[in-house]
């Protein structure tokens, strides 16, 4: 670990405090020049760092830029690797590539300001521009089989739901299978990829893609996610007083928690807000309308066609149905 990353993970786990340079330098084994040379480095980086003669450095109570040495604070496990990007096509796709090439353990996680290449279910291009939400894949390594792969993905909903009820105080909804909702709006979404062991069909390993809106910029939002999308508050001064370090870590701690259970939470099943109500539901590009009955045990959705006949989903994209008036 560098001198400034060293320091860096100092004032996050002091943030506030004034601390000298004499200080640091005695506790880091190196000479104050390097910790003047590291504290003006992080501030080139956009750290508010207060800095004056005879009183020694504080990192800010309101900075809040993502770090990988903030965030590993916040972590339970801290034996997996945190890589934090300004920008990258898909943090998906590097989280998969950390866990084939470098097999990097459970819990470890990528986060990014932006994504250039969100990706969402079947493909689907994912909005994340930069600052105003957080995009991030945690990997995961269970014991199962590919059919387990739809647990993880209610486990993440959960975890969500935890952490941003915890750290933000707001109670979001879970629409099935993959979404949360708040205020009617989708303000996040999660994609499971799991890589397979072609002749047993065990899981490898698992990548858990959550995008979480803060806000929104509705200048620059695409028209067709106008209505759609929202954020968890109104707008960014609002959304800066989030510690989203905190809240990335209380994230994946969550999430570690929930995937260790390996069965559907109560929590997942009580804010699904689909089942109880006669849905859409698209498949091959067709519209079919039927009456969402309940949540599995294994997290398929039981529903009750026209006809009667119930069957269970285990994926699809379904909707509700708009009351006719």
Not at 43 to 70: D, F
């Amino acid at each position: 670990m560098t001198v400034k990353s060293r320091i860096l993970e100092i004032l996050e786990r002091k943030k506030g405090q004034v601390l000298s340079g004499e200080a640091l330098a005695e506790e880091l084994g190196c000479t104050r020049a390097a910790v003047w040379k590291a504290v003006k480095s992080l501030r080139e980086e956009g750290y508010s760092i207060e800095a004056g003669s005879n009183r020694g450095y504080t990192l800010c109570p309101g900075s809040n830029l993502l770090s990988q040495e903030a965030i590993r604070l916040h972590l339970k496990n801290k034996t997996g690797s945190v890589r934090v990007c300004r920008e990258v096509s898909s943090t998906n796709q590097e989280a998969k590539r950390a866990a084939l090439e470098e097999n990097a353990p459970a819990g470890s996680l990528v986060v990014a300001n932006s994504q250039s290449a969100g990706r969402g279910r079947r493909g689907r291009y994912f909005y994340s521009p930069e600052k105003s939400g957080l995009y991030m894949s945690v990997i995961l390594r269970p014991e199962g089989k590919l059919s387990d792969s739809l647990v993880l993905t209610t486990s993440a909903a959960v975890a969500v739901y935890r952490a941003v009820e915890k750290i933000c105080g707001i109670s979001l909804e879970i629409k099935w299978v993959n979404d949360l909702y708040f205020q009617g709006k989708k303000v996040c979404g999660i994609l499971t990829e799991a890589v397979t062991d072609f002749e047993s069909g065990d899981i490898e390993f698992a990548v858990v893609g959550i995008g979480l809106n803060l806000y929104v910029e509705k200048e620059t939002l695409p028209k067709e996610l106008l209505g759609i999308v929202g954020g968890l508050y109104s707008g960014k001064e609002e959304a800066g007083k989030v510690d989203k370090n905190l809240l990335i870590g209380e994230i994946v701690n969550c999430l570690m928690e929930e995937a260790e259970r390996n069965e559907i939470s109560e929590i997942y099943i009580e804010r699904n807000f689909i089942p109880g109500n006669k849905i859409l539901i698209c498949e091959e590009n067709k519209i079919r309308e039927a009456y969402a009955e309940k949540i599995c045990s294994d997290g398929r959705l039981l529903i009750r066609e026209k006809n009667g006949e119930k069957r269970a989903l285990s994926y699809g994209e379904v909707s509700l149905k708009m009351q006719e008036k």
